[in-house]
């Protein structure tokens, strides 16, 4: 069953204002849905970290979803935008969006979205630039949220 408004505690923080246990615990989640639920090769941590906002979501004391957001040319960049799969359908990927981009504002926003994951974003104001394109094995589809949405 779907809960529209799931209890979650958020967690915004700088890289450095992290335990060594908090990033053990945001890689190890990026790993097992980006990496090993996907089946996809890649190096995650990618030097974006020290330069990005990290937004945790925690249900008591289980980390559930995490983003990150970063500034880029002039705008900023979402990234890293993960639930873990045991609340999937939980509402949690609305809840982690929603707090995301209370903290972004109206300030104009970019991420590469995968492909099936294009009406969710698209929910929040994002719209599609560009062809689907793949990262990492994936398709993806560029995407803008535009600045004052």
Same mark, same amino acid.
């Given at each position: 069953?779907?809960?529209?408004?799931? %209890?979650?505690?958020?967690?915004?923080? @700088? =890289?450095?204002?992290?335990?060594?246990?908090?990033?053990?615990? #945001?890689?190890?989640?990026?790993? /097992?849905? =980006?990496?090993?639920?996907? !089946?996809?090769?890649?190096?995650?941590?990618? $030097?974006?970290?020290?330069? /990005?906002?990290?937004?945790? $979501?925690?249900?008591?004391?289980?980390?559930? /979803?995490?983003?990150?957001?970063?500034?880029?040319? $002039?705008?900023?960049?979402? $990234?890293?935008?993960?639930?873990?799969?045991?609340?999937?359908? *939980?509402?949690?990927?609305? !809840?982690?969006?929603?707090?995301?981009?209370?903290?972004? +504002?109206?300030?104009?926003? %970019?991420?590469?979205? *995968?492909?099936?994951?294009?009406? %969710?974003?698209?929910?929040?104001? =994002?719209?599609?630039?560009? @062809?689907? %394109?793949?990262?990492? +094995? #994936?398709?993806? #589809? /560029?995407?803008?949220?535009?600045?004052? !949405?």
């Amino acid at each position: 069953m779907t809960s529209p408004t799931p %209890f979650l505690t958020w967690r915004l923080r @700088a =890289f450095s204002d992290h335990s060594a246990a908090e990033w053990h615990e #945001i890689l190890v989640l990026r790993t /097992a849905v =980006f990496v090993v639920e996907q !089946a996809c090769v890649y190096q995650d941590p990618d $030097g974006l970290d020290p330069g /990005a906002h990290h937004l945790s $979501g925690y249900r008591g004391a289980t980390l559930v /979803a995490y983003a990150r957001f970063y500034p880029e040319e $002039g705008h900023l960049r979402l $990234g890293r935008v993960v639930t873990a799969p045991a609340v999937r359908g *939980q509402g949690v990927g609305r !809840a982690l969006l929603s707090e995301l981009l209370r903290h972004v +504002g109206d300030r104009e926003t %970019f991420l590469h979205a *995968q492909t099936y994951l294009v009406p %969710f974003y698209q929910s929040y104001g =994002f719209v599609t630039e560009g @062809a689907e %394109f793949p990262e990492d +094995g #994936i398709p993806h #589809i /560029a995407m803008r949220r535009p600045g004052g !949405a």
